[in-house]
């Protein structure tokens, strides 16, 4: 298994585990070089601050770690289609690469689509 799959699965069971625990299903996983950074998962049910989505929460504790605003060098690893939030973010950090495991598509009929915030 590759280094991006195992991270994506990650991901995946991060989201799977916020679930469980009432959360919503997403968790990312920032990496660089195969090295994990920094992970978050939505945590809108609990914080009730709309901006806490998983790659967020990631993108906070990575830079943060780094004590560095850039996220150059580093891929993110989503569990789905980042919002448009979050996508910008994530550019404006300089994040090289986005990996998702689903889509809007996927997500539709669960009411978790953000395909009309585009």
């Not at 280094?3 to 625990?21: C, G, K, P, Q």
């Not at 973010?89 to 986005?98: E, K, S, W």
Request: aromatic share 6%.
């Amino acid at each position: 298994m590759s280094s991006d799959t195992a991270l994506l699965r990650r991901a995946v069971h991060l989201a799977h585990d916020n679930r469980a625990r009432g959360g919503r299903p997403f968790g990312a996983v920032i990496a660089r070089g195969g090295e994990v950074i920094a992970t978050g998962v939505n945590d809108i049910v609990h914080s009730h601050d709309p901006s806490t989505h998983a790659e967020m929460q990631a993108l906070r504790a990575a830079t943060r770690q780094r004590a560095n605003p850039s996220l150059a060098g580093c891929t993110v690893y989503a569990s789905g289609h980042p919002c448009p939030m979050c996508l910008a973010a994530l550019v404006m950090a300089g994040a090289d690469r986005v990996f998702y495991a689903f889509d809007n598509r996927d997500a539709a009929p669960y009411g978790l689509s953000s395909e009309g915030a585009y």
